[in-house]
């Protein structure tokens, strides 16, 4: 897959485009007058990291599953529009601490239950539980009584303590009202609370979740979105299928939707080409040279820019990579120029900002260490004290990352003077279990999708401790600190600030490296009439028509 985190459908004010609508063909399969209404499509994605848990499904292998199975209190237009209701019929707050949040009366579940206040409370609880393990739970922190349900590891998951078991199992922010109303109170005043509620964190569940294991549900999904879940055969395909009770505006035009796990970006290209799959998210590199995807797809071809911004992370937890001073030779070995020219042909940025500058609240050109200075580099090295032995970065070998990560190690190789190589793990799956088990043996391939349209999504998942994408276990307690005193900032343009002053100190931690921004090339079959794709690249499913 392209990338180690997943991400919601997400735009928000004039800095987003339009990213795509109304892409035509020459086909007029099932078109207007015929049978789209029946019709199916087979779109391209990798097999999911872990069973389909919302709260626990943090990569886009699983999320973009999850994003259709469920519907939010809010969702993010595709048009670049503000956030706005889904489920949720109102969302009243008079100090961005208590939040009166209403829901609609009339929508289901796929197993044709009522969508209730307490589905969302308790799907919250059981998520910022921490004995439940959910990966999201960080995301809960701002409601009040977190602390007293979640706890912490006091000498991190390798040494010998074990996490104090929670005074509670229900956060004291949380109260149920009736069954279309509950109460949301913070810790602090937040005022990018309500803009969040549109992630799957915070996405319901139905009560025949708390009536089995976390894995079990995830393997056979409920959800009460416009679609439902068929089947998943392992490697292979999920299915699902339009969910005709669905009540919301987002309906399905199209009735079933097959995802097909792909272990190869390259064979998924050579299937849309024959017709075999009608949606392919990334291009593949090889076919980017000379705009040869553009010749083989014609008016198929879409052309996207994503908030989204691609890393080397760093693992911490191996003593090898402590040194700052390490970190920063490595990120000034790379040329991130000639990657993007030579690699990308020019569809990628270099990146010079650690959130992407289509984020609200996002400072451009603010990572210091993004340059290429191959002298500087050398010096900072030998400050370090040089590296011995093997330098080795990993990716996931199903996507196209081996060019890069290739690029990327021979440069460090020629302009530092370290023993580097590339090396590629299987499958996303597979790459995603051995980083969250923090068994990285050097640098990895890493990227971020924005959850929802706020810079403070850039900061506490990745660079406060214990967030819920913080895989290399950096840590800084003054970024924690600062990163608190943003969150919980009565205004979004305090908050935005306060976080400025975080990211100046993880721009000299150097925790991980950001290469490019992402520009994202699509392409759909000659079946596919009209389609929209959400902000981050990825198919609406809804706005499909044959």
Known sequence: MRVSKRASAVALGAAFALIASGCSSGSNEGGEGGNSSDGAVTIHGVQPENPLVPANTTETGGGKIVDDLWTGLVEYPNNGGAPQNAVA????????????????????FHDGTPVKAK??????????????????????????????????????????QKAPEPTADKMSGLKVVDDWNFEVTLSAPTAVFPTKLGYSAFMPLPDAFFSQKAEDFGKKPIGNGPVKFVSWEDDVAIKLTRFDDYSLRDKMKVKDVTVKLYQDENAAYNDLLSGNLDFLESIPVSALAGDKWKTDLGDRAMNTTTPTTAFIAFPFYDKRFQNPKLRKAVSLAI??????????????????????????????????????????????????????GEMVFYYNADSSHKEWMDAVAQQVKTNLGINARAEGMPTFAVFRQAVNAHKMKGPYRAAWQQDYPDVENWVNPLFVKGGSSNDGLYSNPEVDRLAKEASGAPS?????????????????????????FYGLQSGHSEKIKKMELNNVGEADITTIEL
């Open 89 to 108: 019929e109102s969302i009243d707050t008079s100090d961005s601490k208590l939040f009166k949040i209403k829901i609609k009366e009339n929508t289901k």
């Open 335 to 388: 040329d991130r120029q000639e990657i993007s020219d030579k690699i990308f042909f020019g569809t990628r940025k270099p990146a010079d900002s650690w959130a992407n500058p289509l984020t609200p609240g996002a400072k451009p050109g603010n990572c210091t260490v993004c340059k290429f200075d191959a002298a500087q580099a050398k010096q900072l090295l030998t400050e370090a004290g040089g590296f011995q």
């Open 119 to 160: 589905n969302f409370v308790d799907a919250w609880n059981w998520a910022a539980y921490s004995p439940n393990g959910a990966q999201n739970a960080s995301f809960f922190a701002d409601i009040a009584g977190f602390s007293d349900v979640n706890t912490e590891d006091p000498d991190g998951e390798e040494g010998p």
């Open 492 to 516: 979004l343009e305090a908050s935005h600030e306060k976080f400025a002053e975080a990211v100046a100190l993880v721009d000299q931690d150097v925790p991980s490296l950001p290469i490019y």
